[in-house]
């Protein structure tokens, strides 16, 4: 359990999560958005129980991308040596995208352009806001416990504000990609935009 108040000028108000829902490192001082259910305890008085929180406005999102990044270069998890080889003409890929996107359909024509009979086996996911992670997330599992794996995932969406591409930044999802078992590629955003996923 995580336990941590959020406040404003005139109140503060207790709020409690599972490790496992924060996006990443939190510190003091940090803009948030949480969403929750309220709750009202005889000997704690009212708090909020959890289910999201993110931070919010570029310095906070900066912030949380810069504390996630030290920890996981730490751990190693960004070392060379763990990437994985992808095939040069893989036969199959999985897509993982928003099926209405611009970015669903730029890469299903330069893939055709370049190289066409290449088998992609799409799955809808949102790929912004508070629940983009765990869909993507959910995406990777699916394609990771497939009777027919592809051999290698995409994960693409277009550019955008730094809050569109803050699920990038989640450390659920950025952990998820070095635990798949078929190599992950992220294609995101533009080439200025560097995301830790």
Same mark, same amino acid.
């Given at each position: 359990?995580?336990?941590? #108040?959020?406040? #404003?000028? #005139?109140?503060?108000?207790? /709020?409690?999560?599972?490790?496992?829902?924060?996006? !990443?490192?939190?510190? *003091?001082? %940090? %803009?948030?958005?949480?969403?929750?259910?309220?709750?009202?305890?005889?000997?704690?008085?009212?708090?909020?129980?959890?289910?999201?929180?993110?931070?919010?406005? +570029?310095?906070?999102?900066?912030?949380?991308?810069?504390?996630?990044?030290? =920890?996981? +270069? &730490?751990? !190693?998890?960004?070392?060379?040596?763990? =990437?994985?080889?992808?095939?040069?003409?893989?036969? =199959?890929?999985?897509?993982?995208?928003?099926?209405?996107?611009?970015?669903?359909? #730029?890469?299903?024509?330069?893939?055709? &352009?370049?190289? !066409?009979?290449? +088998?992609? +086996?799409?799955? @809808?996911?949102?790929? $912004?806001?508070?629940?983009?992670?765990?869909?993507?997330?959910? /995406?990777?599992?699916?394609?990771? $416990?497939?009777?027919?794996?592809?051999?290698?995932?995409?994960?693409?969406?277009?550019?955008?504000?730094? @809050? *569109?591409?803050?699920?990038?930044?989640?450390?659920?999802?950025?952990?998820?990609?070095?635990?798949?078992?078929?190599?992950?590629?992220?294609?995101?955003?533009? *080439?200025? *935009?560097? %995301?830790?996923?």
């Amino acid at each position: 359990w995580v336990y941590f #108040d959020i406040i #404003d000028e #005139d109140a503060s108000l207790k /709020c409690f999560a599972t490790v496992y829902q924060l996006p !990443g490192p939190l510190e *003091d001082g %940090m %803009m948030v958005e949480v969403t929750g259910n309220p709750r009202l305890h005889p000997l704690f008085g009212f708090s909020i129980n959890l289910s999201a929180i993110i931070p919010v406005g +570029e310095g906070a999102i900066a912030r949380q991308a810069e504390l996630l990044r030290a =920890k996981l +270069e &730490q751990e !190693g998890l960004f070392s060379p040596e763990r =990437k994985r080889p992808v095939p040069f003409l893989p036969h =199959k890929v999985g897509l993982i995208t928003s099926i209405g996107s611009a970015a669903y359909g #730029d890469f299903i024509k330069i893939l055709n &352009q370049r190289w !066409g009979g290449v +088998e992609v +086996e799409v799955t @809808d996911s949102l790929v $912004q806001g508070s629940n983009a992670p765990i869909q993507i997330i959910a /995406c990777i599992n699916h394609f990771n $416990q497939s009777a027919v794996p592809p051999e290698v995932i995409v994960i693409t969406r277009g550019g955008g504000s730094v @809050d *569109d591409l803050a699920a990038f930044n989640d450390e659920r999802l950025v952990r998820s990609v070095p635990a798949s078992r078929i190599p992950t590629l992220i294609a995101i955003a533009h *080439d200025r *935009d560097l %995301m830790l996923a």
